[in-house]
């Protein structure tokens, strides 16, 4: 399965629309995950027409956006054997979010926003993946960074891709 991730869009604070070359990039995804600070549901809209959208709360989203059925404080998902959530904020506390998390729901692949800055890192077996902004990395306009991540039965690898 191959899944885009982007987040921390801020349309239209950050840019206008999101920038064409996403539309590019995510070309073929099986999903789009968004990690939050959608700001206008337009931009699940604008992602659904590549391929099916899911999308955590982000700190900074309108109540219109919060009611979308696409969006949720926290997504579970389960993909080729591994748990995924879908959060805006990493949890800082991860030993202390997964003694409250029932073992079967305990993530494989934690996917994440809010920081703006693109990050992928193995943490005690869990791959964590912050694909940066399209829009406002490290809270600069500007070209920034969306994510892919490839999962099968056997492993979940997660690359950054600069726009």
Do not use: C
Not at 12 to 36: C, M, N, S, T
Not at 118 to 132: E, K, M, T
Not at 136 to 152: A, D, K
């Amino acid at each position: 399965m191959r899944i885009g991730l982007i987040t921390d869009t801020h349309i239209p604070v950050a840019a206008p629309e999101l920038p064409p070359r996403v539309a590019e990039i995510f070309q073929g995804v099986d999903l789009i995950l968004h990690a939050g600070d959608v700001y206008s549901r337009s931009v699940l809209d604008d992602l659904e027409r590549i391929a099916p959208v899911l999308a955590a709360s982000g700190d900074d989203d309108p109540l219109d956006t919060l009611r979308d059925e696409r969006v949720k404080l926290k997504h579970i998902l389960k993909f080729e054997g591994h748990t995924l959530w879908l959060v805006h904020e990493r949890p800082y506390s991860f030993q202390f979010a997964m003694r409250q998390t029932e073992p079967e729901d305990r993530p494989d692949i934690v996917v994440y926003g809010h920081s703006h800055a693109a990050q992928v890192q193995n943490y005690d077996g869990v791959l964590f993946v912050g694909s940066g902004s399209p829009t406002f990395l490290h809270y600069t306009r500007g070209p920034g960074t969306v994510g892919i991540l490839e999962i099968s039965p056997e492993d979940a690898q997660a690359s950054i891709v600069k726009l």
